[in-house]
């Protein structure tokens, strides 16, 4: 059996709703680091972004990664920036294989532009904001153990892809 799943990639990107349905999926509890985030901090994430700024927040997302190991097996979803801080990358390997979910990035903005729940695009030109940022982690996204493109996908047609995906990955535990 999986030791965990990690699902990772941009803003829009079907972390939290495919996580969602893939741990319905697999029978396994499902983690979500932005949740973590805001129980911890009793805050909601524009709160603590507008409060006490991005690092602040990036420090947060990092204990609440290493706080996951002993939850394990489990699917976890990461906020989009998990990937930019070196020392989240062995805790994020450390719970299973990393799943990269990829869309285009028109796809991912058609998705957020009008959320306003996520503070790095609550800028004069989200758009820009939005190019800049995803330019930027593309290349650490691409580093996951495994891709699930997610452009044409409903979260429980991405679930069941993954589901078939994972079936070939090595068994950590019996
Ligand atoms: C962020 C993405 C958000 C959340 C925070 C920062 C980012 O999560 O963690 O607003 O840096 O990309 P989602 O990727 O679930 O939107």
Redesign the pocket.
């Known amino acids: 059996m999986l030791k965990g799943v990690v699902l990772t990639g941009?803003?829009?990107a079907g972390?939290?709703s495919v996580g969602r349905a893939l741990a319905k999926r697999l029978g396994l509890p499902w983690f979500d680091t932005?949740a973590c985030i805001e129980k911890v901090a009793g805050k909601t994430?524009t709160e603590i972004f507008a409060q006490e700024g991005e690092p602040a927040?990036r420090e947060m997302?990092h204990r609440c990664l290493l706080e996951l190991a002993p939850k394990m097996p489990a699917v976890v979803s990461t906020?989009?920036?998990i990937v930019m801080r070196p020392e989240n990358w062995p805790a994020l390997r450390a719970l299973g294989p990393l799943v990269y979910l990829r869309a285009k990035p028109d796809t991912l903005y058609g998705r957020v532009r009008r959320h306003r729940h996520?503070?790095?695009l609550q800028t004069n030109d989200p758009r820009a904001a939005f190019d800049r940022?995803f330019a930027m982690r593309r290349p650490f996204y691409e580093q996951a153990d495994l891709v699930l493109d997610t452009d044409e996908l409903r979260p429980e047609e991405a679930a069941a892809r993954l589901a078939r995906m994972l079936e070939n990955q090595p068994s950590d535990i019996e």
């Open positions: 941009f803003m829009g972390k939290t932005d994430i927040f997302e906020g989009g920036g996520r503070p790095l940022l």
